[in-house]
């Protein structure tokens, strides 16, 4: 999630098992750097291969079996700001603590992270919540300014309870928007042998559902909420673009098909072919609108460029119209004409 997001739940984490008012803003400040430190894996980058920056975002600093090394690092890099009024012993469940969070809340979201890095490069994504979510997270910021101020960690305590509650209703959210997509499926008379169902930006009601019949990708939006009726946003369908198709056009041993197999592993294997000229592949999995079919980045595909790395795109799309047209189906509202 954003790092303002993961320093939160790193800071309540710590203050959650502090034992002493005096520990409280230790914990506090510990917990929320030692919670934004898998991050700092954005200054991996190369000017000549652009999909380092995607490869390694999310990648070994948020394995599980390195958290405590970070959180231990993090709490030795602090306890002398600390003026060795917090104990070693207390600085490293803070830190250890702290860190093992960000994995586990970035693996709610849908962007991919490799928990069991080294033993496996499964890019583990739960569905649970959007990578921000304004509802998640000012609760816990509401929480955490109490916390400081009366140098208690009930408000935490409760912040943290209610981020439960809410990750919770995630789950729900979603076993609904997956029920409805299956549902429309068997309405077209289609066999889904993939299904997914991902937040949209910044809430839990509006979900975008994608499901492959044979070699057809379908995508459609749902809104959904508990005792109202849902509502369903059409999308349309593409063809995903399968590693045959890709040994079609690319030599398997050259620098480009390299990179095909790292963005199809990066997009958890939901690609597409987007544009024709020149060639792009998409990541179906994200769009500015959860019903569109266009994607938020790509990889070019030049065949007589095989032995280059690719250039990765971007179609980002950010204006008044497209921000009232999101706005519209998060409310679960019908789309006028103008907003089509």
């Known amino acids: 999630m954003d790092p303002l997001t993961q320093m939160s739940i790193g800071a309540a984490a710590a203050v959650s098992i502090a034992r002493h008012p005096k520990e409280i803003r230790h914990a506090l400040v510990l917990g929320a750097l030692a919670g934004g430190a898998p991050d700092l894996d954005v200054f991996i980058r190369s000017e000549s291969d652009p999909l380092v920056a995607l490869v390694y975002h999310r990648h070994f600093t948020h394995a599980l079996l390195l958290a405590p090394i970070i959180g231990l690092l993090v709490a030795a890099l602090y306890r002398p700001i600390a003026a060795r009024k917090l104990p070693w012993k207390r600085a490293f469940h803070f830190g250890i603590l702290a860190t093992l969070t960000h994995g586990l809340l970035d693996a709610c979201t849908s962007y991919g992270t490799l928990l069991y890095w080294p033993i496996s490069s499964y890019r583990e994504s739960w569905d649970m919540i959007s990578i921000i979510d304004p509802v998640f997270t000012l609760p816990l910021l509401i929480a955490l300014v109490l916390t ?15 981020a439960m509650l809410y ?7 979603r076993e609904q928007a997956q029920a409805f997509a299956r549902e429309l499926a068997e309405s077209r008379g289609h066999y889904a042998e993939e299904l997914t169902a991902r937040p949209s930006l910044g809430n839990l009601l509006l979900w975008r559902v994608l499901y492959r019949d044979e070699q057809q990708y379908y995508v459609d939006a749902v809104w959904t909420f508990p005792g109202l009726e849902q509502r369903h946003y059409a999308g349309g369908s593409v063809q995903a673009f399968s590693e045959i198709e890709a040994y079609s056009r690319v030599d398997p041993d050259s620098v480009l098909w390299n990179d095909i197999e790292r963005f199809r592993h990066f997009s958890q294997g939901y690609l597409y ?4 000229d020149p060639l792009v592949a998409g990541d179906l999995r994200y769009a500015a609108h959860p019903d569109s079919l266009v994607p938020l980045w790509g990889i070019t595909i030049e065949p007589g460029r095989s032995a280059a790395h690719t250039k990765l795109l971007h179609f980002r799309k950010i204006n008044s119209a497209a921000l009232d047209r999101l706005w519209t189906m998060i409310r679960g509202q019908p789309i006028l004409p103008e907003l089509q």
């Open 148 to 162: 400081w101020i009366k140098r208690s960690n009930r408000p935490t305590r409760f912040g943290l309870v209610l």
């Open 273 to 276: 072919l987007y544009d024709h």
């Open 167 to 173: 990750l919770g209703f995630g789950v729900y959210q």
